[in-house]
C-alpha cells in the first residue's frame, strides 16, 4: 500500500509540472491532487525534494530493468533517455529549478551504478585495484552525464537512438582496453 500512495504523489507531482514550475507546487497542490492529507506526504517524504528524488529513482529502475550489463548498457542508456524524453516537463522542470542539483545526484548515481556494473563484468577475471575499478566507472559516468545535460540543454531535440549509437562506437572495447591497462597481474 505505501508504494502506491506513493506512487501517486509522483503522479501528481508530474501533472503539477507540467502547469507550473516546480518552486510554484507546494505539499498543499500534491495532497489536493493525489486525494491525501499532509500527514501522509510526511509519513512518506520529509520534502518535496524527496519527493522528487524519489521519482526518478522509482522511474529510473524500472528503465534500466535489467540492461546493467555489457552487452545490455546500450538499451538501459537508451531507456532513461527514452523516459526522459516522455517525462520531458518533468525532467525540464527539474533542470531548470533549483532542483537541478537533485537530478544531477540522482544521474551519477543511476549512471554509476551503471558502469560499475559493466567493470566489474569486464574485470572478473583480472586483477584490477579496487580504486582503479571506481576511476574508471566516474569517468565513463561523468561522460555520459555530460552527454545528457547537453542533450537537455538542446531541449531534447536530438533522437536518443543516434547519441546511443554514436556513443557505441565512441566506446567500444575502451572500457576493457582501460581496465586491461590497469590490470597489475599481467
Known amino acids: 500500500m505505501s508504494d502506491i500512495t506513493k506512487r ?3 503522479t501528481s507531482l508530474k501533472n503539477l ?4 514550475p516546480l518552486d510554484k507546487v ?3 497542490d500534491i495532497v489536493e491532487d493525489c486525494g491525501v492529507n499532509r500527514q501522509t506526504f510526511y509519513y512518506h517524504f520529509k520534502d518535496m525534494g524527496d519527493l522528487v528524488e524519489w521519482t526518478c529513482i522509482e522511474d529510473a529502475d524500472k ?3 535489467d540492461n546493467k550489463t555489457y552487452a545490455t548498457w546500450q538499451e538501459g542508456f537508451l531507456s532513461i533517455f527514452n523516459l526522459m524524453k516522455l517525462d520531458k516537463p518533468f525532467i525540464m522542470n527539474i533542470y531548470h529549478s533549483i532542483s537541478r542539483e537533485q537530478l544531477e545526484r540522482y544521474l551519477y548515481k543511476l549512471v554509476y551504478k551503471l558502469t560499475r556494473n559493466v567493470v566489474d563484468e569486464l574485470s572478473s577475471s583480472m586483477k584490477v585495484r579496487e580504486d582503479d575499478k571506481v576511476f574508471t566507472a566516474n569517468f565513463y559516468k561523468y561522460a555520459f552525464v555530460g552527454l545528457v545535460f547537453e542533450w537537455i540543454n538542446r531541449d531534447m531535440v536530438d533522437d536518443p537512438q543516434i547519441i ?16 586491461e591497462n590497469y590490470r597489475y597481474d599481467k
Request: charged content about 20%; proline content about 0%.
Open 26 to 28: 507546494t505539499v498543499t
Open 8 to 10: 501517486a504523489m509522483a
Open 164 to 179: 546511443i549509437d554514436r556513443l557505441s562506437i565512441l566506446i567500444k572495447g575502451s572500457m576493457a582496453t582501460a581496465l
Open 17 to 20: 509540472l507540467a502547469k507550473k
Open 63 to 65: 528503465a534500466l530493468k
